[in-house]
């Protein structure tokens, strides 16, 4: 679904409408995914996260499509993680789940640019840089049904400003077979497996961008335009963990602080949400035929004998052959070297040696860590040093 937007002078009608629209087309491209699992839909919109790209055709008109889609609650147990290899989702919950789904489309559209077309939604920024950039007039919304978890979601329903004062905007985390809570409490004694609360991983995406590491190394850094909440909406909580918590972090160009619109919806009549927790998550990109289902136990495809489409082995294999693509044509007879030195090939080049190749990033990402422990409490919980999750080939 398209649906047109007439814009003008900034007002909250119009922001409320907008709003509006990323959450009904987000809901309703949800609702046509699931048609042909519609025993599994109730339960899989229980957190349902979508990303809506607008393109503007004049100063006063605009196009919204969801362009990602992700659904899910849960984060894999610690035992499915033996010999993971890239090939197991962590986090299915459904924030993340969509961001991975989007970095697919991005992939897409740089893909088409490396191959000598064009892309709709991308253009290469001539100067010292070079790297791809949005086009003008091309912004990106977040749609999240609830709040995300963390710091906006648990102190939703407290309306006095001073309750709980000392502990908001502290780092949280979501815990295997839990609900989760402050990164300072040990959950680690008993060997369960913890991840950053998604209120954090958003909160980073406000300072890194959503396009991630690898991607960084064609990519300009991508800012959401705005983020609009479904249910549960208290904007004090909501711009305090994605954005007022971590005022201050020194930019670390082109990597810097962005505050995007915050949006609640009260406009839309929303679809009745599972009480219970799904067993399933979902992804889906652009340009797929269906959603693709991820056991939530396993973090794999349910059919396991085939690679989540967004797991980090198939978005490493995309980047790989997207950087050898992108070689410029005079250096292309060199291209069989750098494989064989295993630079860019794929048979002695990992993922963390990739990841540590964008300097940039890792300065910035060094940056935002010292600046959240400083600011929320505790440092950021990394998976970058486990061998198992991080140091694979793709010929594994």
């Not at 989702?89 to 993340?96: K, P, S």
């Not at 909501?238 to 810097?256: D, F, M, N, Q």
């Amino acid at each position: 679904h398209t649906y047109t937007i007439m814009d003008a002078e900034s007002s909250d009608p119009i922001v409320r409408m907008k709003a509006a629209n990323v959450a009904r087309i987000c809901e309703t491209k949800f609702d046509e995914l699931t048609t042909e699992v519609p025993e599994q839909a109730q339960k899989l919109r229980k957190v349902l996260a979508g990303m809506v790209m607008e393109r503007y055709v004049s100063d006063v008109c605009s196009t919204m499509r969801v362009v990602a889609v992700g659904a899910g609650t849960k984060i894999v147990s610690e035992p499915a993680l033996a010999n993971a290899k890239g090939e197991v989702l962590v986090d299915c919950h459904a924030e993340i789940l969509c961001r991975r789904a989007f970095l697919r489309y991005l992939y897409a559209h740089l893909e088409a640019c490396v191959a000598g077309g064009e892309s709709a939604i991308l253009e290469r920024r001539k100067g010292y840089r070079d790297k791809y950039c949005p086009r003008n007039g091309i912004s990106f919304h977040l749609y999240i049904s609830t709040n995300p978890c963390g710091d906006a979601a648990v102190f939703r329903d407290e309306r006095d400003a001073h309750s709980n004062r000392a502990s908001r905007g502290k780092a949280r985390v979501k815990v295997d077979a839990g609900m989760g809570g402050p990164l300072a409490s040990n959950y680690q004694e008993d060997a369960r497996l913890v991840a950053m609360s998604c209120s954090d991983k958003v909160a980073r995406w406000n300072y890194l961008g959503v396009q991630g590491t690898l991607l960084s190394v064609f990519l300009e850094p991508i800012y959401l335009e705005s983020v609009t909440i479904g249910n549960d909406f208290h904007y004090e909580h909501i711009y305090r963990a994605l954005y007022k918590r971590l005022v201050g972090t020194e930019a670390r160009r082109p990597y810097s602080l962005h505050c995007p619109t915050l949006n609640t919806v009260d406009t839309v009549q929303f679809p009745e949400r599972s009480a219970g927790t799904p067993d399933y998550a979902v992804n889906w990109t652009e340009g797929d035929e269906k959603i693709e289902m991820i056991k939530c136990a396993t973090g794999k495809n349910r059919d396991e004998t085939v690679l989540s489409r967004i797991c980090k082995k198939e978005l490493f294999r995309r980047y790989l052959k997207l950087k050898e693509d992108s070689i410029p044509p005079p250096l292309a007879s060199k291209r069989k070297k750098l494989n064989d030195k295993g630079k860019y090939g794929t048979s002695a080049f990992s993922y963390s040696q990739a990841k540590a190749e964008a300097r940039e990033h890792k300065e910035a990402k060094r940056v935002f860590n010292e600046s959240f422990r400083e600011r929320c409490g505790s440092a950021w919980l990394s998976n970058a040093e486990r061998k198992d999750l991080n140091s694979f080939f793709i010929e594994d």
